[in-house]
């Protein structure tokens, strides 16, 4: 009998290493709807004209996504991932600097910037290459990180926010300082200490010597090639999927700016805008896990449709919530369901799609499309509500970007099977 070897477990350690920078990550970027109120208010701007800051993160981010590709030609992801850290952690100096407006579009540069490496794409490019098997679990292990953060810090920083000051300065300037040094900080240090760019013995998790073997010669004869997959009609779903997720996702960080205009701030007996918040995020962390498993289950398609439903109902309260802090927990919720959904569903639909024999490539070249839909939302939302006074309109569009989330993602898995036939 032929004797095979099996892949040694490090995957585990990277995948420890990606929740440890996704929580460092999340503390700031989950966190960024706590400061609309004080920011707006410090420094006398409107939430349209403050928000822009998130359509310049993300149309940064969307510029970067382009040349990945040509950079993890040229440079390993670790050394990347590294840069992307100081890079992120300036982002966070910068807010904390800001006297007006400019500075804090300068952050706005430097987070999007970095976000594409440390968050976006870290587990897309990384899980894969150290697991065959448990791949939906393991991404939604890795990404937890981001939520967890935001669960935990969303109340930290409300109560912080009560303060005059924190480290000596205002107390949304500190809180920021106090970010970007432990990303800065312990970030490198997981970084440089922990994660790895390949398994040592070339073997995934999951799979053996003579499986890989078999593998690689079924991938080269059914393995679905980027020239090919870009070019179809699947690749046009995704992209529709990836437009209405971008779109919806950034309302989460409005939520906690809804709760605080509300009566429901003012009467109820605990903090409704940092309980929100961390509600959402705490939820988003059963959502990981129920999706990962929904996927290794039943595909993208089964993540997606469970995604999508929670996220419809989730807008669906949240219209009705009006003044009901109690309604307004239950909505933010079920979209906390909903939200975790942008580092599961992408890498695991493409998979699905396309197989894995050239998702090295086809991956950093879809994952660019995700932020361009995202810069434009980011501050659409406030510009909307700014407009109106109300975010009703917001949540009733946002209801419908999540069925579509759901809808495009059952389409393009659909339509990919006819290239496995070509």
Not at 157 to 170: A, D, N, Q
Not at 252 to 279: C, H, K, N, R
């Amino acid at each position: 009998m032929e004797q095979t070897k099996k892949a040694g477990s490090y995957g585990y350690v990277i995948v420890a290493s990606l929740f440890i920078q996704m929580f460092l990550a999340g503390a700031i970027l989950t966190t960024a709807g706590m400061f609309i109120v004080p920011v707006t208010t410090a420094l006398n701007l409107t939430q349209g004209v403050y928000m822009l800051y998130m359509t310049i993160q993300y149309g940064t981010m969307a510029v970067m996504g382009i040349f990945m590709p040509k950079l993890l030609g040229k440079f390993k992801f670790v050394t990347l991932n590294r840069c992307a850290i100081v890079i992120m952690a300036l982002g966070a100096f910068c807010m904390a600097m800001a006297k007006n407006i400019a500075l804090i579009y300068l952050g706005g540069v430097f987070l999007g910037a970095s976000m594409v490496i440390v968050t976006y794409q870290s587990a897309g490019i990384l899980i894969p290459r150290f697991f065959k098997a448990r791949v939906g679990v393991m991404l939604a292990t890795a990404t937890m990180g981001m939520t967890i953060a935001g669960a935990i810090m969303s109340p930290v920083i409300s109560k912080l926010l009560t303060h005059e000051t924190v480290l000596g300065m205002e107390a949304w300037r500190g809180i920021y300082v106090l970010l970007g040094a432990a990303l800065l900080i312990l970030g490198l240090i997981n970084a440089i200490a922990l994660l790895r760019e390949n398994p040592k013995d070339g073997l995934r998790i999951g799979e053996d010597a003579l499986d890989a073997a078999e593998g690689q010669s079924a991938q080269e004869s059914k393995g679905i090639m980027k020239e090919k997959a870009i070019k179809s009609v699947s690749f046009v779903f995704f992209i529709l999927m990836v437009i209405t997720f971008n779109f919806a996702a950034p309302v989460q960080s409005y939520l906690p700016a809804y709760a605080g205009l509300s009566e429901a701030a003012q009467t109820a007996s605990f903090d409704v805008v940092g309980i929100l918040a961390s509600v959402v995020l705490i939820v988003s962390v059963i959502g990981n896990y129920a999706i990962g498993f929904a996927i290794d289950k039943a595909g993208a398609r089964g993540g997606a449709v469970l995604a999508g439903v929670c996220g419809v109902l989730g807008f669906l309260i949240l219209l009705l919530a009006k003044n009901s802090a109690g309604m307004m927990l239950a909505g933010g919720a079920l979209f906390g369901l909903y939200y975790p959904i942008s580092g599961l569903i992408m890498p695991a639909m493409l998979l699905n799609m396309y197989g894995d024999k050239d998702y090295n490539r086809i991956f950093p070249t879809a994952a660019a499309w995700g932020p361009w839909f995202g810069a434009v939302a980011a501050s659409l939302w406030g510009f909307i509500y700014d407009a109106t006074g109300s975010y009703d309109t917001v949540f009733v569009i946002a209801l419908i970007l999540c069925a579509g989330t759901a809808i495009f993602t059952i389409l393009g898995v659909k339509s990919s099977k006819k290239l496995w036939n070509e």
